[in-house]
Nanobody, 111 residues
Framework: QLQLVESGGGLVQPGESLRLSCTVSRSFFSIYTLRWYRQAPGKQRELVASITAGGTTMYTDSVKGRFTISRDNNKRTVYLEMSSLKVDDTAVYYC?????WGQGTQVTVSS
């Protein structure tokens, strides 16, 4: 059974940084596109960033220039480096691969 486990969330002040990690149990990890989503209270889940097997990345407009997605195929892990965090980035962050999801990690940005 495919498992995705996120970590790295927490409470930070505006302008600070966090790095989220998601480790995947699936073999042949390297051939899959990986995605980070987030869901804020009362809002729909939105795609934040993705990275293909070849390393092509995509970001939603609101995080461009602040967030960086990367992957380490040897560790079967995808990362989301978040800098210059804003209050509006507050959400539960989920990683996704082949329509399987992790449990999510809470990111709270507050002064």
């Amino acid at each position: 059974q495919l498992q995705l486990v996120e970590s790295g969330g927490g409470l930070v002040q505006p302008g600070e940084s966090l790095r989220l990690s998601c480790t995947v149990s699936r073999s042949f990890f390297s051939i899959y596109t990986l995605r980070w989503y987030r869901q804020a209270p009362g809002k729909q889940r939105e795609l934040v960033a993705s990275i293909t097997a070849g390393g092509t990345t995509m970001y939603t407009d609101s995080v461009k220039g602040r967030f960086t997605i990367s992957r380490d195929n040897n560790k079967r892990t995808v990362y989301l480096e978040m800098s210059s965090l804003k209050v509006d980035d507050t959400a539960v962050y989920y990683c996704e691969m082949t329509n399987s999801w992790g449990q999510g990690t809470q990111v709270t940005v507050s002064s």
